[in-house]
């Protein structure tokens, strides 16, 4: 981390401001070849860590699935901070690990597989129709965890993953994956001093910020 990073890093953890302690950084299989994407980010999971950010999803949206290998082998090794746990996009359970990368699975494929198990678990006998709820669904989600920030870029496309989690999470939407950590910042997003309570809070009075 660069000497200015770490300055503002300190500025944060010292200050009363809040940070989001769960962020989800969505980027595509373009952004990884950019020169220094890897780099990049290594140094956005020092920079979440180093702040107070608890838990970071990096997910890789991608249209050629012949390049999921690729990315799983070059995501395995990245540089990180924490534990990291890179997931493909046939993964149907959930992993505990600070930091998870998901490659390709999308937010329809993961609430379809959630279902499924419902459903397979009530033709067995083992579960009944009444019992069947949010928390039953959330469950059985690969990610369960929902973000308080989701930092979403380029102007690509767009993606559904973490249709279900993100009902409630800021959203911030920036320009290509940067070189440099101090352009993809979690604790300098619009938005990211706000907390999941409040979040709902805001959602039920007719609020949303929707990252600003």
């Known amino acids: ?126 579960l009944a129709p009444e019992d069947v709820d949010e928390a039953e669904i959330e469950r059985r989600l690969v990610f369960p965890t929902p973000p308080d920030l989701v930092i979403k870029t380029g102007a690509e496309r767009l993606s559904d993953f973490l249709i279900w989690q993100s009902v409630y999470s800021e959203l911030y939407f920036t320009g290509r994956l940067k070189r440099r950590a101090s352009c993809a910042r979690p604790s300098e997003s619009p938005g990211s001093s706000a907390g999941r309570p409040n979040l709902e809070a805001r959602a039920a009075r007719g609020i949303r910020r929707f990252g600003r």
């Open 1 to 126: 981390m660069a000497l200015y990073d770490r300055y503002l890093a300190a500025r944060i953890r010292y200050s009363d401001a809040a940070v989001p302690e769960r962020v989800a950084l969505v980027i595509t299989e373009h952004d990884l070849l950019e020169q220094g994407a890897y780099d990049t980010l290594s140094a956005f999971l020092e920079w979440a860590f180093e702040t107070g950010t608890e838990r970071v999803l990096i997910y890789v949206s991608v249209l050629d699935k012949a390049a999921v290998p690729t990315l799983r082998n070059a995501l395995s090794d990245l540089r990180s901070p924490r534990e990291v746990a890179v997931r493909g996009p046939d993964a149907d359970a959930a992993v505990d690990a600070p930091v998870q990368v998901s490659i390709g699975l999308g937010g329809r494929e993961e609430f379809a597989s959630a279902v499924r198990q419902i459903a397979e678990d009530a033709a067995d006998g083992e």
